[in-house]
């Protein structure tokens, strides 16, 4: 069983950036993906970037924006954001899948708001 924690969330002007964080813990296995996602009010849930088999894929949406990264060694998965918009404003989630038994576990979430 995998549990994940997200961190980093706050109010940021627009055009300015902030790093997230999702710490991993229990039955972490190299062969899994892990992504971010996002959920505004109103909207449906969304992926914004994936890390598997490793390869990073992005939403066109935030695509030369936003950086994903893994620390395998720290069970840590990363987001960084930068020129961030009003639009980016949302709930962000990291989900971690194994890929050999389709096991997922989602984090709690963390509120990123980008407003002046």
């Known amino acids: 069983q995998v549990q994940l924690v997200e961190s980093g969330g706050g109010l940021v002007q627009p055009g300015g950036s902030l790093s997230l964080s999702c710490a991993a813990s229990?039955?972490?296995?190299?062969?899994?993906?892990m992504s971010w996602y996002r959920q505004a009010p109103g909207k449906q849930r969304e992926l914004v970037a994936v890390?598997?088999?490793?390869?990073?894929n992005y939403a066109d949406s935030v695509k030369g924006r936003f950086t994903i990264s893994r620390d395998n060694a720290k069970n840590t998965l990363y987001l960084q954001m930068n020129s961030l918009r009003p639009e980016d404003t949302a709930v962000y989630y990291c989900?971690?899948?194994?890929?050999?038994?389709?096991?997922?576990?989602w984090g709690q979430g963390t509120q990123v708001t980008v407003s002046s």
């Open positions: 890390n598997s088999k490793g390869s990073t």
């Open positions: 229990g039955s972490v296995f190299s062969f899994s993906a």
């Open positions: 989900k971690y899948v194994d890929l050999r038994t389709q096991y997922s576990a």
